[in-house]
């Protein structure tokens, strides 16, 4: 049986993802004994990298990919040796328009991106629009992203904090499609804009839950500019560097260790239960903190699952190419257009479309995707011999493909929609994707598809959910903020990490402000039992 350094430990962290590592960390370089209970043999959870393909020295950030809600704080405090690098182009958007291949460009310094929104559009309005709208958001960003990193706001803090009624209004209080139609005309430009509002989030633009307009908010913040980078190294080296930190700091990390039970009044140390390959264990903590789902939380405590259940609603595919396929618009260099977003079947309409279908029990027949390449950025996580050989990494995430869809049959499922997926993209390109495909050792293609339920086999994702659940808005009193309401030591609802019981906080990604690799739920929780 598992010996470890302590029998009480002052902090029992369940699950060794990158936000129970972030709290780990915090909390050992503050003299606390902590041990970090995880499942798999590995640390990192959804944020890791990994060698998908056999006898193929590309190491690929499997799950989680871009890097935008990761405070600098977290990063300066904990020493961490990581760092991410900008992309230079935000996004290419391809499209056909008088029976000619065009495309929308955003990036690459703003005399072009006027240039193509004109050549789009034929006029200057949609990039005025543009300007107008996104800096308003950013100005936002700069004000709502510190408070992540603070004790938890009221809503009429935050709105005081903002300083603008009319940025509240579109995004905390209509449905974003409102926004998106007042401020856009163009079919295409609008579905740009709207599809950072769709990401793992199976809504319509107009959704009276606002949960499209949460989901559009966290993907703005970010860093407070809203940019989304690619973290150097791919996302196993933050989790890495999380895991370097934390032990660097005294806590134990104990890997192959599941957590079956915690035990607790909420007032004395909780037991908690755990299972290894060799039988169970039992260790004590005096707090314990659950980088799990809230699901997994009620489990693990004996309790009734929380309401509603959440549902995940993307695909997400990983590829490895020999070389990066030729555009039938020229105009753009392949280089350019899938260093950045690369948005295929996402105008406004086929993303309805889309919602509508999927919404009635269908697969959607023009599945909506976007793609980027990694390894344009950052080519250290390809071999040496494969960077000189031209190869490239291609991640693809489908929207509007909640869990549902796959219930039946996942596997029959998933080929379908990774073959119409794969058809939206080849009708942008000069040649099939699939003739630009690697191939492993074993001379099988490299690539894999992802649906809903394959994440929540592998990962244990609620309904395939990759924020666990619907997220939360940035303050304290929305209704439905589920766990993350009641107070831990030092204030757990205060930092919107509390549950029921006064000694056991929620670290993971379903944690008020949670969401996205950020490692701001495991700071929070920290934050928390340190009475800060």
């Not at 559009?121 to 709208?133: I, K, L, N, P, V």
């Not at 509603?308 to 609603?313: L, N, Q, S, Y």
Request: contains cysteine; glycine residues 14%; aromatic residues 6%.
């Amino acid at each position: 049986m598992t010996s470890f350094g302590h029998d009480v430990y002052d902090d029992v962290i369940v699950g060794g993802g990158h936000n129970g590592l972030v709290a780990a960390a915090y909390l050992a370089r503050a003299g606390r004994s902590v041990l970090v209970l995880e499942r798999l043999g590995n640390t990192g959870g959804a944020a890791i990298s990994t060698r998908p393909f056999v006898g193929v020295d590309a190491r690929l950030s499997r799950y989680s990919y871009l890097v935008s809600l990761l405070p600098a704080k977290i990063v300066r405090d904990l020493g961490l040796n990581f760092a991410v690098r900008k992309r230079t182009v935000s996004s290419y958007t391809p499209v056909e328009r008088d029976g000619r291949p065009g495309g929308l460009l955003v990036g690459g310094g703003e005399s072009r991106t006027r240039e193509s929104f004109a050549r789009l559009t034929g006029s200057e309005r949609e990039y005025e629009s543009w300007r107008a709208f996104y800096g308003r958001t950013g100005r936002l960003a700069g004000k709502v992203f510190p408070t992540l990193t603070e004790p938890l706001p009221t809503r009429a803090e935050l709105r005081a904090r903002i300083d603008d009624e009319t940025a509240w209004r579109m995004l905390f209080e209509e449905p974003l499609g409102r926004a998106v139609e007042e401020h856009f005309a163009d079919d295409l430009v609008r579905g740009v804009v709207l599809t950072d509002a769709l990401i793992g989030t199976f809504a319509d633009a107009h959704d009276l839950s606002l949960a499209q307009n949460r989901c559009f908010l966290y993907h703005v913040i970010g860093g407070g500019t809203g940019d989304w980078d690619v973290p150097v190294g791919g996302m196993g080296a933050l989790t890495d560097a999380l895991a370097a930190a934390a032990r660097a700091a005294g806590a134990e990390i104990a890997t192959g260790h599941e957590v079956l039970r915690i035990d607790t009044d909420g007032r004395a140390p909780a037991e908690v239960t755990f299972r290894t390959a060799t039988g169970e264990g039992r260790v004590v903590g005096r707090t314990v903190l659950v980088n799990a789902s809230p699901r997994a939380l009620a489990d693990l405590l004996g309790e009734a699952e929380p309401a509603p259940a959440a549902e995940g609603a993307q695909l997400k595919v990983n590829m490895l190419l020999q070389r990066l396929p030729r555009l039938r618009d020229t105009s753009v260099d392949p280089r350019e257009a899938f260093g950045g977003t690369f948005h295929i079947a996402e105008s406004y309409t086929e993303l309805a479309r889309a919602y509508a279908e999927a919404a009635t029990g269908e697969l959607p027949s023009v599945p909506p995707s976007e793609i980027y390449c990694h390894s344009l950025t950052d080519p250290s996580i390809l071999g040496p011999e494969l960077v000189e050989q031209g190869y490239q990494t291609l991640t693809l995430f489908g929207l509007h493909t909640p869990a549902r869809l796959f219930g039946k049959d996942n596997q029959g499922a998933r080929e379908v929609l990774l073959a119409g997926t794969l058809a939206q993209l080849d009708a942008h390109l000069a040649e099939p994707i699939t003739d630009c495909l690697a191939f492993d050792a074993d001379g099988r293609p490299c690539i894999e598809a992802k649906t809903p339920l394959d994440l929540e086999r592998e990962l244990r994702l609620p309904g395939g959910h990759i924020f666990q659940r619907d997220l939360s808005w940035p303050y304290a009193d929305s209704a439905g903020e589920g766990a993350g309401d009641g107070d831990g030591p030092g204030g757990g609802g205060r930092w919107g990490v509390g549950t029921p019981y006064a000694n056991v906080l929620l670290c993971g990604a379903g944690a008020v402000r949670g969401g996205g690799v950020s490692g701001v739920p495991g700071h929070n929780a920290a934050m928390a039992v340190l009475g800060h």
